[in-house]
Antibody, heavy 120, light 107 residues
Framework: QLQLQESGPGLVKPSETLSLTCSVS??????????WGWIRQPPGKGLEWIGS???????YYNPSLKSRVTISVDTSKNEFSLNLRSVTATDTAVYYC????????????WGQGTMVTVSS | EIVLTQFPGTLSLSPGERATLSCRAS??????LAWYQQKPGQAPRLLIY???SRATGIPDRFSGSGSGTDFTLTISRLAPEDFAVYYC?????????FGQGTKVEIK
């Protein structure tokens, strides 16, 4: 059964870089034919797609975050990662990794989410 | 960027009643629309994709309809576990965007 698990620091200082990893179990990132994505949700608010990556390294990002975001993949570890630079308090959110369906971008598999707070 | 507007913001209903949730897109997304259910402290769960196809394991009391700019999620008879927040998401044009959510609460 496919499972996604986010990991990383729960507290990041303003102006620093938020780094999270999504570990994939139950399927191989490189053999699945899927993209893999990151989505966030500020406390009490709605969902925002951050970006997605293919096992080959092809990425596409939300333009609102593109200048600060890098998503990468490590097929040897079967995981993909999110780096968000120069964070501010507005980046405080629950961060989810998720997998969209193969033929469209409806996200059918989600990690449990990890709360990241930006504060000094 | 395509903006999705969901209405109403809150729907107060009793178990067994019918729920009708709406999602309107600022421009056409064809049938590239999904619906999710989210309960407190949980990740969203995919209910509907392609505007009207139920995801795996989703009860048939959930149905979706619409195309272009206007979409509806219907829950035919609310079960106690259906009280939650519902989001629509478009994937017709990048960046993928979500609506602000409709909360279905117990009356």
């Amino acid at each position: 059964q496919l499972q996604l698990q986010e990991s990383g620091p729960g507290l990041v200082k303003p102006s620093e870089t938020l780094s999270l990893t999504c570990s994939v179990s139950g399927a191989s990132i490189s053999n699945s034919g899927h993209y893999w994505g990151w989505i966030r949700q500020p406390p009490g608010k709605g969902l925002e797609w951050i970006g997605s990556i293919y096992y080959s390294g092809t990425t596409y990002y939300n333009p609102s975050l593109k200048s600060r975001v890098t998503i990468s993949v490590d097929t040897s570890k079967n995981e993909f990662s999110l780096n968000l630079r120069s964070v501010t308090a507005t980046d405080t959110a629950v961060y989810y990794c998720a997998r969209p369906r193969r033929w469209d971008n409806a996200f059918d598999i989600w990690g449990q989410g990890t709360m990241v707070t930006v504060s000094s | 960027e395509i903006v999705l507007t969901q209405f109403p913001g809150t729907l107060s209903l009793s178990p067994g009643e019918r729920a009708t949730l709406s999602c309107r897109a600022s421009q056409s997304v064809s049938s590239n629309l999904a619906w999710y259910q989210q309960k407190p402290g949980q990740a969203p769960r995919l209910l509907i994709y392609g505007a009207s196809s139920r995801a795996t394991g989703i009860p048939d009391r959930f149905s979706g309809s619409g195309s272009g700019t206007d979409f509806t999620l219907t829950i035919s008879r609310l079960a106690p576990e259906d009280f939650a927040v519902y989001y629509c998401q478009q994937y017709g044009s990048s960046p993928w965007t979500f609506g602000q959510g409709t909360k279905v609460e117990i009356k």
